[in-house]
Each structure stands twice: as structure tokens, then as C-alpha cells.
């Protein structure tokens, strides 16, 4: 049923796209989510538990079109994370990283970060990683 309203509502709304954004893990919403969906992006934490659960996860979405999406990324990211995305992703398309931002977690300003009309100079690269993430999505959904 999730499935299909998505899909209703995307035809009705007549955008380019329409993005859902999910609870992770498996539930109904979640799945309904992905049978509507025309590309999954993944976020991608570089850490030894959540490259588990990545790895086990492309395993059951092996038959959706995937885009993963590095997350939260340090300025020098543990090579050993960084060799073993590369094994695990193969044939996948990655994203370019999103940096890890910490300052997004403490911020009280609630309008996008990506439209702020005169952003400091964290703000500006932010948008622009967020860009970069956005334009990736609509290359592999054209």
C-alpha cells in the first residue's frame, strides 16, 4: 500500500523527483519506500559496525539501483574504511563524501542550509557537499 500512494502522489505531484526519506532498518514503510523507489541512496558511515550492516544490506538489495552516499566523514578517514568501501561498493555508484559537519548537530537556525543567502564559510561548504550529493542523484535518476 506505501508502495502505491508513493507512487500516486509522485504522478499527481508531477516533480522531477520526489525523495522519502526512511527510518533505517527493515519495517513496512521502509519497504513500501523501496518498491516505489527508481534509485536507493545509502548513507555510508565509515565504521566497522555500520560497513557490517552496508555490506549485508547490499546482499538484500541486490536487485534495486543503489547509489551510497559516504556520511559524516572525517578529514582523514581510517584508509582501512576507505579500502574496504571500495571492495564492498565494486559495480556500485559512490557518491562524493559528505564531510562530518558537527557543528550541523549543535545548529539552531532552522532554514535550509543549502539556501542561505550569505553563509559563513562552513555553511558554504556543506551546501556545497550537499550539492554535489544532490546532483549525483539526479545524474543516476536521468
Known sequence: MVGDCLTAWAEKWQHPYTVVD?????NPLTDGAL???DLVVIPVILAG?????????????STYRLLLAPTMVPASPPRRYVERLESIAKELPVAPPISEHRWI???IRRAAIVSQPNPGQQV????SEFRAL????????A
Open 35 to 37: 518498491q516505489a523507489a
Open 105 to 107: 548537530r549543535r545548529r
Open 124 to 127: 558554504a561548504k556543506a551546501a
Open 134 to 141: 544532490a546532483q549525483m542523484v539526479e545524474k543516476h535518476c
Open 22 to 26: 526512511t527510518h533505517p532498518g527493515a
Open 49 to 61: 559496525r555500520e560497513m557490517d550492516a552496508l555490506e549485508s544490506m547490499l546482499a538484500d538489495f
